[in-house]
């Protein structure tokens, strides 16, 4: 599919009829009691569900209806969202503040798949960085299986952490290579906990930077880098880089027989896919890495050739865009019933906030609607111990995720039974609510409380790529209708910089800078 120009790129909310039209059916549809709406509509739980293999989404729970999703359809064709979902797969240059195509999705591609960035294939160089990355982690595995290598570190920090962090543990089940472990913080007891118990005889360290610049991973790396040298470690195997700066790769000390590098059209927030999951793949081995791939391809099969109605990503974005903006409810919680999963949250944290947290839209203008949700959740049951209190009684309302499976994630069957019952329970009640005796005010459960229940068969490499470029898309379908550029982070920056010209302040070696009076009197309470 070609790349092309359309209204997509300067569409607006706020001269939207069809929002007009959304925000007119969100006064009437503010009281559906979706309690009456399950029993009275027979089609509601098929309207609003969807299948996709191994996978089955149910949104019947939401505040919405047919009405509401053939509105929502409409909106998502006045945005251009299909000519912005072809413009993306096309490599159009959509991260514009970057003059940049997007194009991770080519991480999990095969060669078929063609994709092109500037007019040129892209898939010979991803299939030749990804043998070469599945030929080391075979490497890997063989010197794990003579003892020769026991852990493998992966220091990196935002994208280049989370993804794989969370895939790790994830996939915990299907682990057959040495241990990984993640440093991502700047604070030195992260790394020095980490290393501790560690043999840097039998480690391996892999510095993940999409830049090689970020102060956190250049600061870990050196230490890492020193740990494996007074350890006697040889450094030209045991030390690895993935990143798209390979000078400054060599510079660092890396060998280029030991680097693994990627594009600038790869997000690093969407970079697991490729090198920057370098980790995964050691963890779970050659096969179930690219059994993650193909999970993650068959939802961008499935984005790109679906009608919208049918569209998963699109119509979770649609729902996302009608909670928060026409029923004003501003976070989104996320409930993984599977404690191998329990990094999920913290993950679309990255993905979805640093994509979509934005108030300037892309036509340079502030947006006067709301953009990203704050993501948050913890897993299920433990957040049911926490703070599902406030979801259930509190005084706002925050939509839910369950993300749950048909499989047992243990070996203890029973347990799993529990689990889901728990799962399932709490959607339930956040629907049905409970009217308490007159004397019992305090146990009255409103209900008619918003959820989404994601059940996959099981938990697998590939089910985890689906789940997590399910998000990906409807992520970018959501900053389409709401004008904002997804691919950028400009916000992170200003603090970054500050940080940097505090670094001699409070270390002494200049004089105090001008500040506020509250941030002045911080430094001085800290500067050596
Ligand atoms: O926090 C900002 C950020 O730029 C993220 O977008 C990125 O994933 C992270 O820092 C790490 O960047 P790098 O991979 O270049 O070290």
């Given at each position: 599919m070609s790349a092309s120009t359309s209204d997509w790129r300067s569409f607006r909310l706020d001269q939207s009829s069809a929002e007009a039209d959304l925000q007119q059916l969100g006064k009437a549809k503010a009281a559906l009691d979706v309690r009456v709406a399950l029993s009275q509509d027979s089609a509601r739980l098929e309207t609003l569900s969807w299948a996709l293999p191994g996978l089955y989404v149910d949104?019947?729970?939401?505040?919405?209806?047919s009405e509401v999703v053939n509105a929502l359809l409409q909106l998502a064709k006045e945005?251009?969202?299909?000519?912005?979902?072809?413009?993306?797969?096309g490599g159009a240059p959509i991260n514009h503040t970057e003059g940049r195509?997007?194009?991770?999705?080519?991480?999990?591609?095969?060669?078929?798949?063609?994709?092109?960035?500037?007019?040129?294939?892209?898939?010979?160089?991803?299939?030749?960085?990804?043998?070469?990355?599945?030929?080391?982690?075979?490497?890997?595995?063989?010197?794990?299986?003579?003892?020769?290598?026991?852990?493998?570190?992966?220091?990196?920090i935002g994208g280049s952490d989370l993804g794989p962090a969370m895939a790790c543990k994830a996939l915990r089940k299907f682990r057959s290579g040495p241990r990984t472990h993640f440093v991502s913080n700047v604070d030195g007891a992260h790394i020095e906990a980490v290393l501790a118990g560690l043999n840097p005889a039998t480690t391996y360290v892999v510095v993940v930077s999409k830049t090689f610049t970020t102060q956190e991973t250049m600061a870990n790396a050196a230490i890492a880098k020193a740990w494996l040298e007074a350890g006697g470690a040889t450094l030209s195997e045991q030390l690895v880089a993935v990143s798209t700066n390979l000078v400054a790769t060599q510079a660092f000390g890396v060998l280029p027989a030991q680097t693994f590098g990627f594009e600038n059209w790869v997000g690093g927030r969407y970079s697991m896919w490729g090198p920057v999951g370098l980790c995964i793949a050691v963890a779970v081995g050659r096969s179930n890495f690219e059994l993650f791939l193909e999970g993650a391809r068959e939802v961008d099969t499935h984005v790109r050739h679906t009608a919208l109605k049918d569209n998963v990503p699109v119509m979770l974005a649609l729902l996302g865009h009608w909670n928060q903006n026409v029923m004003g409810w501003r976070s989104?919680?996320?409930i993984p019933?599977?404690?191998?999963?329990?990094?999920?949250?913290?993950?679309?944290?990255?993905?979805?906030?640093?994509?979509?947290?934005?108030?300037?839209?892309?036509?340079?203008?502030?947006?006067?609607w709301n953009s990203g949700a704050v993501v948050w959740g913890e897993p299920g049951t433990n957040s049911q111990h926490a703070f599902f209190q406030l979801l259930h009684q509190g005084t706002e309302i925050h939509p839910v995720d369950f993300v749950a499976f048909k499989a047992p994630t243990?070996?203890?069957?029973?347990?799993?039974?529990?689990l889901l019952s728990n799962a399932i329970a709490q959607s339930e009640a956040l629907l049905t609510g409970k009217t308490p005796a007159a004397d019992e005010p305090h146990r009255l459960?409103?209900?008619?409380?918003?959820?989404?229940?994601?059940?996959?068969?099981?938990l697998t490499p590939k089910a985890l790529g689906q789940l997590i470029a399910m998000h990906e898309h409807r992520i970018f379908v959501q900053g389409v209708l709401w004008g904002i550029a997804s691919y950028d982070q400009w916000g992170v920056e200003l603090g970054k910089a500050l940080a940097n010209a505090l670094i001699p302040e409070i270390r002494g070696e200049v004089a105090e800078g001008a500040h506020d009076p509250s941030t002045s009197k911080l430094v001085s309470l800290v500067r050596r």
């Open positions: 949104a019947s729970k939401q505040r919405w209806d945005a251009g969202v299909p000519q912005a979902i072809a413009d993306q797969f195509a997007v194009m991770h999705m080519a991480l999990r591609g095969q060669a078929s798949d063609a994709y092109e960035v500037d007019g040129q294939d892209v898939m010979p160089g991803v299939l030749d960085v990804r043998g070469r990355m599945l030929d080391f982690v075979d490497r890997v595995h063989d010197a794990h299986a003579h003892g020769r290598v026991t852990d493998v570190v992966n220091i990196g989104h919680a996320v019933y599977a404690e191998d999963l329990s990094r999920l949250p913290a993950y679309l944290q990255q993905a979805d906030m640093e994509s979509n947290g934005k108030s300037v839209g892309r036509t340079g203008e502030k947006i006067s243990s070996g203890h069957d029973h347990m799993h039974e529990l459960f409103e209900g008619n409380r918003p959820s989404t229940f994601m059940l996959f068969d099981a």
